[in-house]
């Protein structure tokens, strides 16, 4: 079975940084690619940032520069380090994990696998 865990959700004010992490279970196939995704209320889920199994990284134009993903295969983590944060990343943050490369998982609307979300609200 099939687990992603998110968290390190929080407040913060505009200019802060959060690190989220999400630790997936060890079924999860090593050739995932894993990802970041958000949604704001009244809007749709849009892809943040993903992680090839080989480590190639990819990132919404939106968040280049301030967020870094990375994985770590050995702890069953994937982390989204975020700075600078804007009051218009307020949004639940989701992992997901499926076949396939990073820039491809971000296009998707469906998905193998999600976890349950983590709340990041950022204020002005």
């Known amino acids: 079975q099939v687990h992603l865990v998110e968290s390190g959700g929080g407040s913060v004010q505009t200019g802060g940084s959060l690190t989220l992490s999400c630790t997936f279970s060890?079924?999860?196939?090593?050739?995932?690619?894993l990802g970041w995704f958000r949604q704001a209320p009244g809007k749709e889920r849009e892809g943040v940032a993903a992680c090839d199994s080989d480590g190639e990284k990819t990132y919404a134009d939106n968040v280049r520069g301030r967020f870094t993903v990375s994985r770590d295969n050995a702890k069953n983590t994937l982390y989204l380090e975020m700075n600078n944060l804007k009051p218009e990343d307020t949004a639940m943050y989701y992992c997901?994990?499926?076949w396939g490369t990073g820039k491809w998982l971000l296009l998707q609307k469906e998905l193998n696998y999600w976890g349950q979300g983590t709340q990041v609200t950022v204020s002005s």
């Open positions: 060890e079924s999860i196939y090593p050739n995932y690619a």
């Open positions: 997901a994990a499926d």
